[in-house]
């Protein structure tokens, strides 16, 4: 052992116990939406603000950076490995940013979210944007100076210190361009659709499907696309989540609406996708970089990968429908598989993010991503939202929000002081494209696996190609070793429009 | 504020975020038990062990030391007060034992349990004890380390030292004489009954009940009895407990049995017993010693007041049979309520100390009491347990176990290093019986309220004479406070003779 590997050791370990901590942390928060009885939300605050404190304090103990500066001159004896160095970089990234942050201000933005997001919830529920605006406007200033602690390169944006929280590397410009290069593809593909003479009928999706039978049915969906329920399980929420708690358990939630197929469904593929990329972490590097994922954008990536590109394709359906229309004799019997899958692709301008179809869910995105970046620099401010928010969502949809609730405020983001966190919805579109197109390519045909229900070699190949390198490369360098080039948002075009084209005959 | 004040702030807040802590390990330790998928057992053992050494480290700073110390000289302006004086008492109490144990041993003990449990109910499962051994002969070890390093007086024992942490102030050789002062009185009791020529039908608790029903019934009943919904829920587990996790949230669990009635039904108020002292210690006091229950064998007091001297009274049944009649038409429609009473106090040999009758109970405690203390002592191994177990058996009850599963297999207690626990159980048995007797002379006939359906005036008084006050009176204090005598087996004697000799016509 080199004083470099003592080192190298002391410091993994150090961020072992930090996650192990935050793990802890993660049962107690999927406690609360699961099972805690109403009288334990104020312990359970009390528990979790404890938790969440020590957790900080732990990750940026002043030996961690004494560690990270020794390590510069005395590395580990291994240090040219891929792995020695990625566990650098990235505890070096994460420590640097959680230092920047006055402790005062991390327990300020924890309070105000705290208190901001029961307004919000109450705000959205009488469809009133003032109660919410004040909250909102302290969200932002806490935001606008978490930006400035943090930093940004000369020629970027205050923006980017927040967008750089969940999409490591990724830089406000360049994704501004990319959404700018989508949107280009998105409207004319939208406008083909509202022209096309092909109507789907939705409201087979509403009709009465037994939550007993959505349960199964959903359960033995994700069992079908590779998650493992000997390591997770799935229980019901209002907002439907996944939680990795560690290795060999993760949980996910997902919602039961009677009248409406999709919900459950859908929403458990999505979790699924999470919870799949989750499980094919490597166990023995949990805490450390290389046990963790690289980016929210790649981790929505999982998730609408199982959710459209699988679970809303033909194929998937030519296996999977008969099983459906068993479960549900009443609401499927007289449906055929072409009524079924044309209603769940349908696509059109909507005024709900989370409800919206493949098309206009990334449009949805750009508004927010529009929006956030102005409010951070500054052009715009809290009062501004409403008009700004119903002025561009009639630019991008031609439909003006029957009210706020389902314009401004139906997101519980903000409220969470989760700004920047949008982008990577409509990235994981693109990089889920991208991941499938390569999937294609290198397996041969996927759609004939699916067609037989076969998708083990799929989840085998994400393994080997995302899930086990952890935090080994970039999100930027992972796109370019699977696929091959950098991210692009052509995967997803080329995808959007066969699969609409042949729905709507376009 | 005078230095004494600040002084004691700080101790009371010390021990404040200890406990915040500890409750967090609780809320984990409760989803293992309830909702944890298989595979995730490793990494809850890793989670525990982290929050078991944390709080251990939390409970053992030497500042807390320094301000007992300092405490001495400088006492708080109200330090004469009854409250300041417990606080101060069991604070240096339960932080001289914390701090003679070392911090290897306490993570040692919490992930070498974690893993225990889980083998220990596979060999349950299989009937064998040999997969158990080795667990349980590393749990021993590891007790006997921690009584070594605990201490004892000099005329005492090693299992003193894990006594006193269940129940502080007992001592083996006084709670010997107690059991066998108990024993004495109860083999003879037991063979009256024996030679009774009334033999009740068991055979009605065995027919088929189905779950759904039991639930309902179950949870009607804790409801009638007191525990608040509100502010808990009840959950299933193979071993039923009870886990405060702190004010607001408390969680029973239970196990269902669809061909036997008592196993849930009585489970439920046994657990709904602790549940309310737990839901009646003061809130505002939690995580310090006012907020904390005061042994075990009080808590033990609480469910076996509710589970027996209640549960199993000709009075409660007078009013609740009905009800119960009604919800099991198959199983009991021709049941006679005098049968019913009968067969739910059915006492005799048998090898379950859970399903035990109210006369047998104590004897199971009492044999668990011998070997534990044999095991701790050094006078028996693991390895010996099978054998004295089932020898010791045979003298106390005049049967064999079948197998190890209903012999030295049946309890989870010493898989969770649980050693010293169980005489609590046959002190809590006397503790209640003295309580309900200073009840009735308090409160007038309960049979007369029992027959009505009316628990809140006995409730209420436990809540004043017992709940409200935490740890503010030592057990042996309370007990002579509420009933003006010190601890005697005689009101447990009194009310089974009572009971026993109607029931048995002896």
Redesign the interface.
Known sequence: MTPGDNFYDELLSLRR?AA??S???A??NW?RET??????????A??LS??AG?SHEWSTLPRIGELLYLLQDHGPSNADSVDVAANIREIGRTYRRATCLPRRLVEELARVTALAQHHWSEARASKSFSAFEPWLSQIISLKREEAAAVGFSDEGEPYDALLDEYEPGACSSEVAIVFEHLRQELVPLLNAIRGSRRVPDKSILHRYYPVEAQKKLAHQAAKLIGF??????M?ITTHPFCSG?????CRLTTRYDPQFFSSAFFGTLHEAGHGMYEQGLPAQA?GTPLGSAVSLGIHESQSRLWENLIGRSAAFWKYFYPETQKMFPDALGGVHPHQFLAAINTAGASFIRVEADEVTYNLHIMLRFELERDLITGRLQAADVPDAWNERFVRDFGILPENHAVGCLQDIHWSAGLMGYFPTYALGNMYAAQLFEAANVQLGNLNELSEKGDFRPLLEWLRIQVHQHGQRYTASDLIQRVSGKPLSDEPLVRHLRLRFSELYEI
Do not use: N
């Open positions: 116990r192990l901590l793990s802890c942390g049962v107690l406690d099972y805690m009885p109403e009288g334990g939300g104020a312990h359970r009390e528990q404890l938790l020590v493992d329920f000997h390591c997770g399980r229980d708690f560690g290795p060999g358990d949990f």
